[in-house]
């Protein structure tokens, strides 16, 4: 198993930028892909970014240009660079791992974009 654990969420003005990050409890170079998930209230969950193992990211086309998707190997962590924040952000944002052929989540963080 493989325990995520993200913060950074937050309170921002539309315009504004945020941080998140996600902490894995198991080496990177032993996930095969993570990503970063997010639910708005009423809708399903839907992917906002994803990194592969190799490097290679993939971003949905409504964040496209204004989120970056990073990794740090040595810290095990996985980071959403978020800017030019719009109110259609605000949702549940939840780290997601592929990890020996099985999907771990984490316990998600608010990202509340609002004047």
């Known amino acids: 198993q493989v325990q995520l654990v993200e913060s950074g969420g937050g309170l921002v003005q539309p315009g504004g930028s945020l941080r998140l990050s996600c902490a894995a409890s198991?080496?990177?170079?032993?996930?095969?892909?993570m990503g970063w998930y997010r639910q708005a209230p009423g809708k399903q969950r839907e992917l906002a970014a994803q990194i592969t193992g190799g490097g290679a990211t993939n971003y949905a086309d409504s964040v496209k240009g204004r989120f970056t998707i990073s990794r740090d190997m040595v810290k095990n962590t996985v980071y959403l660079q978020m800017a030019r924040l719009k109110p259609e952000d605000t949702a549940v944002y939840y780290c997601?791992?592929?990890?020996?052929?099985?999907?771990?989540w984490g316990q998600g963080t608010q990202v509340t974009v609002s004047s």
């Open positions: 997601h791992a592929e990890y020996a052929r099985s999907g771990y």
């Open positions: 198991e080496s990177l170079f032993t996930i095969s892909a």
